[in-house]
């Protein structure tokens, strides 16, 4: 089966620019995620939809972070203006729900930005 | 959802069983163990998860004490690919699909 799909792979960016990162999920999984994992550190959830509703955003940094989720499918993350300390690699990954499969996440390769 | 505690790294001889420890005293009834791994510049991988019995599949075991206040992820042969760090989680599983927080895990080192 086709993987979670994310691009850019890498990006670089100079501090107060903008970026946005794609992710496709698995065909039928209704649960997607975004994580941010700095060097050294487990990934951090900044959001997670159910279909096109969000679920929990309870640690993106709003004034600066945002996410959506067209037609419950594909989903970007957007920062701006971007900060150094937003470097990172950004992590996308779906899953079934609860009620229509089995739990398991699977996760994309990430974007790794790298912000100066 | 619950915290879980692990080492922070480990080494393990190639062809040996490694079994990975973690505590998750505060887990509830209805919170279930997943495992996860990262192998260097990939996204986490699923290993396994389980509620109160033990499970296998073709990658690991998973041992859940009774109490279910701990848990051991155990690699039957470990081979150099195994090298990763590998994450404990507890998770409720619920209709808007699981949270996965994860820790800092623990950094497995297989060495021939």
């Known amino acids: 089966e086709a993987g979670v799909a994310q691009s850019p792979r890498y990006k670089i960016i100079e501090k107060r620019q903008s970026v946005a990162f794609w992710c496709n999920p698995i065909?039928?999984?209704?649960?997607l995620y975004w994580y941010q994992q700095i060097l050294g550190q487990g990934p951090k959830l900044l959001i997670q939809?159910?279909?096109?509703?969000?679920?929990?955003d309870s640690q993106l940094p709003k004034d600066r972070f945002s996410a959506e989720r067209l037609k419950g499918v594909d989903s970007t993350l957007k920062i701006q203006p971007a900060k150094l300390e937003d470097s990172a690699v950004y992590l996308c990954?779906?899953?079934?729900?609860?009620?229509?499969?089995?739990?398991?996440?699977?996760f994309g390769q990430g974007t790794r930005l790298t912000v100066v | 959802d619950a915290k879980t505690t692990q080492p922070p790294s480990m080494d393990c001889a190639e062809g040996r069983a490694a079994n990975l420890p973690c505590n998750h005293s505060?887990?509830?009834?209805?919170?279930?163990v997943y495992w996860y791994r990262q192998i260097h510049s990939q996204g986490p991988q699923y290993i396994i998860h389980g509620l109160k019995n033990n499970e296998t599949n073709e990658m690991a075991s998973l041992i859940i004490t009774e109490d279910r206040k701990s848990s051991t992820l155990i690699l039957p042969h470990a081979t150099l690919r195994d090298t990763a760090v590998y994450y404990c989680?507890?998770?409720?599983?619920?209709?808007?699909?699981?949270?996965?927080?994860f820790g800092g895990g623990t950094r497995v080192l297989v060495k021939p």
């Open positions: 505060t887990i509830s009834g209805n919170e279930y």
């Open positions: 065909s039928g999984h209704a649960t």
């Open positions: 990954a779906s899953s079934f729900s609860f009620t229509t499969g089995p739990p398991r996440a699977f």
């Open positions: 989680i507890v998770s409720l599983r619920q209709a808007a699909g699981n949270k996965l927080t």
């Open positions: 939809f159910q279909n096109n509703g969000v679920v929990d």
